[in-house]
Every structure is written in structure tokens, then in C-alpha cells.
DNA sequence: TTGTACGCGTTATCAG
DNA sequence: CTGATAACGCGTACAA
């Protein structure tokens, strides 16, 4: 009993002088209603200032209008834009959007779809595909609509809608090696639990073992999408011998990490050191010199997996998998050194 | 009707073979039953996976431990930091945080107050200060226990956890002038409806006044807090003659823009200009040259925020007003020109 | 076109 | 310590 009592349905028919039922017809079903007492109900609603009570309309109707989204984290922005754009694509619906994170640990994330669910969300949306059977079965026996994104498996049973990280990956170390390079590391995200990391470390390894080439430790490294570990890498691969001579990471905060590592040795990239990232976020502009990047469709992909969820949701349409293809952004990170010895 | 029907609390009573009183007990005064059914309990509803209706709860209890933000944009990461300690420390007392987004738009604000209400949030968090006094009289009339963040206001009868911005302002232009800058500019964010902006310039004209220095158009552009648009408003600062030394931005992503438009006019920071940011979020570190700038308080301001709004709200505790203090973070993008003529 | 009445899942009051 | 039972605000058959 926090707050004075919002009005309540009630209070707007009895000042218009009509039923609930009326009153929640006008909101639902207006196309029902004979216009004049249309009016005197609106005005009875703004007069009140009335809003619905959500747990009411859920209770009563069993569905909220309600999508739920469980990302890994917020703390990077890796999954910032998406989400913009998926949350943008799902108001126009009129639906909203409630964010849970699960930091990476599948357990929780079997948690936070339960609060969700809890909630009434009347879909989700999930990262990636790596996760327990059992979680997978427990969607299946609700009935949860569920699409997955940020990656793609075109015959998957599941829902997916994003791209390829292997291909992607794959792609980037192929346009590293046409640029010369044959000493080429990698900074990989963790890849406990994360598909999304092992794909894009595996697309580089197949790119490079295609021309002769191997990629494994201590030339592969494994860190957290921090700035502070990308750097921390990233000094231990500049001591190898011999050192690399492009760093392929799995992220762009990794490479900006990476940036400031070859910086501090006193190193200059391109010249010395090439630096390439993933996802292309506002950082890889903001930084300098302008990171070579994989770009993420962070728009389609988000406004995809809004428009099928929407579709699940409310007409029930089956499963339906989306790639959206990648395309490598050329900035200033990655030089060409085919001429050299 | 989108999914199959959740575990209820009466599943979860039939199956442990008590009342539904006794398993709503369970969850919320466990001490009052006896352990013996207790374990009964929680053995069926760990057996059925029940998980809490959330509307239910609502309607039957009126809390909702939810608490609502309504912050400007997610665009930017300026808000998320802050929003991550909000949310970290409020989950410690098992309250959930809902975000939602008024795009610098006090109509909109409204709007998602009152659709934050509707869901039952038992308090709410806002940014700034300024909005229209029907707002502040909607949410005295609803008894709403609300906080305003990013400011600070001793003796505001509404309480405030921030910092000053006019303060930090006028520190770091005081900061600049000592380094012997005369020619000064500024980038401030757009002020209609964004009392954090207009202070954070008055803060720096102040400091330039007591100087015998005037900070106004052309020298001051206000834009949006983009990298874009931050690059855009350097470029015209630039051309002016005779060209700041220093140009003070009312935040970092600006001020990372800045630091583009000078590299693009083939000149260097610091040494051909100066740039300085607000904030101090990732990317001031992650640009080069890293950014001097000023250190927002996020981690506190989002702890004593989370501390202040549960007080109210569960305590009904009187508003309180805390202040933290900022500091000046000194990267390299400051130059030293006193020894200049 | 409008009104009546019931049920959604939970908490809280009151008896036992 | 536990069980019945009445709210809570809304949507929706069904009836008028």
C-alpha cells in the first residue's frame, strides 16, 4: 500500500455513467462502442488520469503485451544496439520490452526465464543457442514463442534470426591473410557456455589452416569483452616470438584493449602491429586509428527477431529462421604487408 | 492465452496437500510455518518448477517490488553505468528495476510515469530536475516515492542523489584556465528540458567571468551528446578566428567527436588543441589521446539512489538529499600552454 | 450497443 | 500453526 490508489476502471464508469464492461470495451474493442458514449468515457479517463492496472489486465486476460529479452550483460554495448532496435520495433506494436541479464551462466539464465514467465511476457528472446536441454524442453512444454539472436542455423527447429559468427569470422581472417599476414593471433572471448565466441574462433582457425596456417596457444588467447582484458592479451602475444603481426579479437572492446597495448609498447598500428575487431560498435570509430571490423546488423537483426516474436506471439506462426548476412568495414586498423619479406 | 498455464499456487497446495494460505506463507513469512510443512512445500513446488504469478501478487498485494527509471536515452552508455549499480543494488533487496526511455521529452515522461505506475512500481527513479509542475503534482497527489538522480539540490523539498553539475562545470573550467588557455569554446549538450546541460555550461561561463573571459555563441554550439554530432560542432569551432586552445565538451561522446574533428583537420591534441570531456565513461579511456575529464560519481550516486528509494518505499522514510562529490580525471587531452605567449 | 457476473492467482483477515 | 474466504482490477461470455 505504497502510492494514494490509482483510479480504476470502476471509478471512470461510474463518473461516465456506464459499465466496466463498457469502459473496457472503449479500450480494447472500440469499434464496439456507440461514439457518443465513446466520448463521455475518454473524457471520464483523462479527467481520472486513469492508466490500466497491469497485473489486472494480465490476470484477467493472460497476455501483457509483454516481450521479455535475457542478454549475457550490460556492461559492454555489445548488445545495446540491438536491443534498441528490437525494443523500437516492438513499440511500434505496442508492446513492451522487459531486459533480465544472466551474466553469462546458463543457470541463471533458466531463472530469469522463469521471472519472465512470471511476469507474463508473452514471448522471449534469447542470445545464442548453447544452452541446457532441459531449458530448451521446459520452453517446449509451455509453449514460450522464442526467437534467438545473435546467431544463425538455418535448420535449426528453434527460431533464429542473426548471422553467421563463423562465416564472419571467417571472412575476417580471410581478409587479414589476403592482406599479407601470416603470424596472425587471436583474442577469443570466453568461450564456456558462449557459441557465439567458440564460432568465431573456429571460423579463424579454418581461414588460416586453408592456407597452411595454425591458430592455438599461447598465439590464442581467451578474455572477457573488457578493454582491460583485450589489453592485457594483447601484451602477452606483443612478447611472442616471433610476435604477430595482426591480432584478429573477438570483440571490439577487446580491440580497443589491444590498441592501447601495442601503443604502450611503444609499437604503432598499423604499421607495426594490424588490430582487427567484431561487432562494430560506436567504439571502433570513436578510437584511433578507426578499427577494421566485422559489421553486426544490429538493425535488421533487431527489428526482425521483433517482427516474428510479435508473430509467435500473437498468431501463433511457426518457428522461422533469419541470416542476415555481415560485411567486414574497412577502417584504418589493418594494413596491407603482401610487398614485404 | 500464449502459453500453457504456469504452475499455481493452488497446483503447489494441492500437491503438498495444504491450503493455498499455507504456501503463501511459505514464500513470505516462512517463520510462521512449521518446518515440517514447510519441506512438503517446497518439495512440490520445486517439483512443479512453480514460479510466482506476478500479476496476482499485484493485484492482491499492491507491491510489486519493482522499481521504475525513466531515463533520457539509452543511446548513449552516459546513463548506463549509473543504472547497472541502481539495478545491482536494489536485486540485493530482491527488487526488480524497469527501465524506460522519455527521449529528453518531459511529455513522454509523463506518459511513462503513468504506464510505470500502471504496472505497480513501488517507486520511481528519475534523471534531472526539470519538469513541468503538473508532473511533481501528480506524483505528490499519487504519494509516489520517486528520486531524482544526475543532481544534486540541498534544500530541494525532493530528494536528490547527484552531484552539482554547475560545480564540476565550473571546477573543470577553472582546471582549463589554470593551464593557460584564454581561447575558449564549448560544446554543451542541447539545454531545452536538460537542466544537467544548462549547468554544466553555466558552470564553465561562471569560471570564465571571474576571469575576465565570456563564453557565447559562436564559441559555444550546443549539440547532441553524439560523436557525430560532437565531431560536426568542433569542425565549425575550429574555423573561427582565432581558434580556441581549448574546447570543454559537455561529455565525453562529444568530446570523442572532437577529438575527430581536430585529427581531421590535420591538427594534434593536445598539443594544437586542447579537449575536455564530462562523465567519464569507458570510451574517455578508450580514445586517444585518453581524455581529461570529469569523474562522475555513478557508483555511489546508483547505490545511495537504490538505498534512498527502498527507504522510502518500504519505510515510508522522508526525502533526503545527497550530494557526492566529482573530481577531475587527467588523461592526456589537457595541455599546459602558461608558458606560451 | 450495453450490462451482469464470473474467474484469473495471489494476499490478508479471521476463525479454528 | 493452518484453513476458508473475501478482496484486488480487469476481460469476456452471455444475456438483454
Not at 492508466?51 to 509483454?66: D, I, V, Y
Not at 508473452?122 to 548453447?130: A, M, P, T
Not at 581478409?175 to 593471433?185: K, L, M, N, T
Not at 568465431?200 to 596456417?213: E, N, P, W, Y
Request: glycine share 8%.
Amino acid at each position: 500500500m505504497n502510492t494514494i490508489n490509482l483510479p480504476t476502471l470502476d471509478d471512470v464508469a461510474r463518473l461516465a455513467g456506464v459499465s466496466t464492461a463498457t469502459v473496457s470495451r472503449c479500450l480494447n474493442l472500440p469499434a464496439q462502442v456507440r461514439d457518443s458514449t465513446k466520448l463521455r468515457v475518454e473524457a471520464a479517463i483523462a479527467d481520472l488520469g486513469y492508466t490500466p492496472h497491469f497485473g489486472g489486465m494480465a490476470l484477467a486476460s493472460n497476455r501483457t503485451n509483454t516481450v521479455g529479452a535475457i542478454i549475457p550483460t550490460m556492461e559492454s554495448a555489445i548488445f545495446a544496439r540491438g536491443l534498441q532496435f528490437l525494443q523500437e520495433e516492438l513499440s511500434l506494436s505496442g508492446i513492451t520490452l522487459l531486459v533480465a541479464t544472466s551474466q553469462y551462466d546458463p543457470e541463471k539464465e533458466a531463472q530469469q526465464i522463469r521471472a519472465l514467465l512470471g511476469r507474463g511476457v508473452d514471448g522471449l528472446v534469447l542470445i545464442g543457442q548453447e544452452r541446457p536441454e532441459e531449458t530448451y524442453e521446459f520452453l517446449k512444454a509451455r509453449r514460450v514463442p522464442f526467437v534467438l539472436m545473435w546467431t544463425s542455423a538455418p535448420n535449426s527447429p528453434y527460431c533464429n534470426v542473426g548471422f553467421d559468427n563463423h562465416q564472419a569470422a571467417y571472412d575476417m581472417a580471410m581478409h587479414v591473410i589476403g592482406h599479407g599476414h601470416r603470424h596472425i593471433a587471436m583474442i577469443g572471448g570466453i568461450t564456456k557456455g558462449n557459441d557465439r565466441a567458440s564460432e568465431r574462433i573456429h571460423g579463424v582457425s579454418d581461414a588460416m589452416k586453408q592456407h597452411g596456417l595454425t591458430l592455438q596457444p599461447p598465439y590464442l588467447v581467451e578474455a572477457k569483452y573488457t578493454i582491460e582484458q583485450g589489453k592485457t592479451a594483447a601484451r602477452q602475444l606483443l612478447r611472442l616470438d616471433p610476435p604477430p603481426t595482426a591480432i584478429i579479437c573477438g570483440n571490439d572492446v577487446q580491440a580497443a584493449g589491444a590498441l592501447k597495448a601495442v601503443r604502450d609498447a611503444g609499437l604503432t598500428v598499423p604499421d607495426d602491429v594490424s588490430v582487427v575487431g567484431f561487432d562494430d560498435i560506436d567504439l571502433a570509430e570513436a578510437v584511433e586509428p578507426g578499427l577494421t571490423t566485422v559489421h553486426v546488423p544490429h538493425r535488421r537483426m533487431g527489428r526482425e527477431a521483433a517482427r516474428l516474436i510479435i508473430k509467435m506471439a500473437r498468431d501463433r506462426a511457426p518457428a522461422q529462421n533469419i541470416s542476415i548476412d555481415t560485411k567486414i568495414v574497412e577502417r584504418s586498423s589493418l594494413r596491407d604487408i603482401s610487398g614485404q619479406s
